[in-house]
């Protein structure tokens, strides 16, 4: 007998110039929420956010929605984590927030090295650019001594 579900749906889309828009949406069953967040491509720091519970288990949930605007000039760099803990977890604020915040603070990482990835012309500058990027964060460009397969198009 199932006794808990919860499904999260990120999404990246280019904003008005230089930004790209983060929405993510998290649905479990006791709760359901959707956040938004803007962030300028350049300096990657987040420019807007807002979020909204639209089903919870407690009416004093959704006091917690103000608290995304603590991430406004943040930047989406390493130790991000702690200003989403502090600006939007914690007593004051909401555990599912912050997972939904992270989800979306890792898929924009992505869209932004993808933005990046792609005015670099296919080759072996492209490969650096990504061992640069994602060294500590993945196991393939964290061992330079290894030469993987690429499964997808470059």
Partial sequence: MQIFQRQLKTIVETGDPGHIIVKAHMYDTYHEMEITLTIETCSRV?????????????DLCPKTEARLQNLIGAKVAKGVHRIVAAGVGGSE???????????????AVQALNHLEWANIPPGEERRAF???AM???????SHPELEPRLLVEE
């Fill in 46 to 58: 987040i420019k807007a956010a807002w979020g909204r519970v639209l089903r919870s288990p407690y």
């Fill in 93 to 107: 604020g909401c555990t599912h927030f912050y997972e939904l915040v992270m989800d979306s603070l890792r898929a």
């Fill in 130 to 132: 990504l061992r640069r």
């Fill in 135 to 141: 060294a500590g964060e993945c196991y393939v460009y």
